[in-house]
């Protein structure tokens, strides 16, 4: 190393004694702007980074000093630059001195406390990206009402569930919105202007309903409330029941879809069609019963029963007997008079007339019980439903289990159609669910349908062949990284052998010019003659000595040093 370093200094000087002056000041002049430059980066990256407090510069004098009064009593250091802009020390001050600012209500007016989403960066997420959506969502929202005349402010709160695999476990979207109405405005007692702006709410956001919108004024009375005027507007009567008609109508489906994907998997099975008619007529229904009178109840402990009853007991009884015995009718003129008796009337002189009338009457009590009921708003007069059943489309395979191509290149499949037994079961399984009534008409009706799956089986014929592909590719490197170690190994194996071959040789030279050399100098000393060794003979000479001086004295660190050589190689 101090050979080299030697070496380097002296080509150094070499150069610089033939490099005339101009080249030398220039080379002066690179070594101080490169000394420079590397003192101005050092100083740069000491310097403390400053993290923005908020993304705008505060205008207002009055609100900046509050904010700096606290963010000292907080004990938060802070710099205020030029533009009216505060910073601190790292990001998570920033994040504290926000929550702080919140906290006190010290956020100025036009401060988004959404600005940590506003940062470009590689790391974004689909949280946040969802996050940015609802928030533009928002701000729409409350640019389009605040621009009403009627409406001084306006803030919506808008909550946007996550997907759910079924839709019966679906949350519905949620918007509540809080209004200020300007002095002299009617729109809290105005349900158009109220309804104009539940319509702008759910037109703006996907998959909201006007049922899942709650509009309050600045004192929390909800002003989107009509459940009081039905029998004043019939037309929002006739939503609400389409409402009710269509939610009835989805909870079949859910139930029906969900439970005929399970037998039949999702892609074989289809509602076509699926219509209640409901009857949404008000109707009360007056009952009055009659029952027996209970003598005696039933003794639950004992296995027999005691029970009496009776049918009914007597309240009031009138009994009416009339008697007549005498002669028949005799009309007869006054007193003094000659009788005046027709002939027909004469013959029945000499007869004795009887009448005789008997008649009762009894009144009974019985138990009775009278029973006001009011029906459900709505009853099903008819269901009607249709449904599609598809057959079952399977690969075919040969003896190796490897699948069949067709001729064009695409997987070999085979068409089951359903079966007979298979239909009537399904239709078995579909009255019940919907509660079939054949007296009001209902109509159930399951036929098999071909489903159309040209896509989904070009999506899995390209699939397949890129799978092959890929296992092709991915065995031909294989075979390839295989032969290259091979290859590798062989030429590490015949390099190994060779440079074992030639070191060796090596040592057999050096071991006959060593022995050359000792027998030479052998014959020299016992004939006298005095001869000079090399400096290269005399340190080699050295080194042997200090070699086996070392083996004598050391013998395990020089087996050790000897086990090393030989694993290295």
Known sequence: MNEWIKKVLDQVKNLWSK????????????????????LFLVRFNTTPSMTPLLGIPITDQQKRDSIGIKLDEEGIPYTITDDNRIFVEDPESARRAKSILIREDLMPDNVDPWDLFDQDR?????????????????????????????????????VIPDDALFAEDQNPVTASVQITPKPGSDIITNRKKIEGIVKLIQFSVEGLNEDTIVITDQRGVMLNDFTGMEDMDRIEQAKRELLVKKDLENRYKNTILKALQTIYTSDRVQIINLDIDLDMGKKTENTVEYFPITMQPDDPS????????????????????????????NPEGPSGQESQTPPGYKDLEGLVGRYRDNSEMTNYAVNQKESKEEKSPWTIKRVTIGVA??????????DKGRPLLDSDGSLLREYTPVSDNDLKAARALLEPAIGYNQDRGDLVS?????????????????????RQ?????????????????????????????????RRLREEELSRQHQAMREAALRSAEEEGVDVEMSVAERARLEMQENAINMAREH???????????????
Do not use: C
């Open 19 to 38: 490099w005339s002056l101009i080249q030398k000041l220039i080379l002066g002049a690179v070594i101080l702007v490169g000394f420079g430059a590397v």
């Open 122 to 158: 590689w790391t974004l997420t689909d949280f946040e990206r969802n996050v940015n959506l609802q928030r533009s969502i928002v701000k729409s929202l409350e640019q389009h009402i605040s621009a009403l005349d009627d409406i001084d402010s306006v803030n919506v709160n808008l």
């Open 302 to 329: 004992t296995p027999y029963s005691e029970l009496q009853v009776i049918e009914s007991t007597p309240l009031s009884e009138q009994k009416n007997v009339k008697e007549y015995e005498g002669t028949g009718f």
């Open 389 to 398: 059943l598809d057959g079952k489309w399977e690969r075919k395979y040969d």
């Open 446 to 466: 399951v036929q098999h349908i071909s489903f159309d799956h040209t896509s989904q089986f070009e999506k899995e014929d390209e699939a397949y062949r890129k």
């Open 469 to 501: 592909q890929l296992q092709r590719t991915i065995i031909g490197a294989m075979i390839v990284i295989a032969i290259v170690l091979i290859a590798f190994i062989a030429f590490r194996l015949v390099s190994r052998e060779m440079e074992r071959r």
């Open 555 to 569: 013998p395990e660190d020089v087996a050790q040093l000897i086990r090393s050589w030989l694993a290295e190689e």
